[in-house]
């Protein structure tokens, strides 16, 4: 499979100091900028936001 560069590969990190992360992919063309979304940190044991790094 060809590497899409449309739908890069993004590392969300918590904001709440743990270090945890996810990894997912995006659309660079419907959001351009950085995406936040709010979802479970294991570590913390609670819903925090995770931002997207670059």
């Known amino acids: ?5 449309t739908r890069p590969i ?3 990190r918590s904001t709440a100091g743990t270090g945890f ?3 997912t992919r995006k659309s660079r063309r419907n ?3 950085r995406l ?8 913390a044991r609670q819903h925090v936001d ?5």
Request: glycine fraction near 0%.
């Open 1 to 5: 499979m060809a590497r899409n560069e």
């Open 36 to 43: 936040t979304l709010r979802k479970y940190d294991p570590r």
């Open 50 to 54: 995770f931002r997207e790094e670059r």
């Open 21 to 23: 992360t996810y990894v």
């Open 31 to 33: 959001t351009p900028d």
């Open 10 to 12: 993004i590392k969300l």
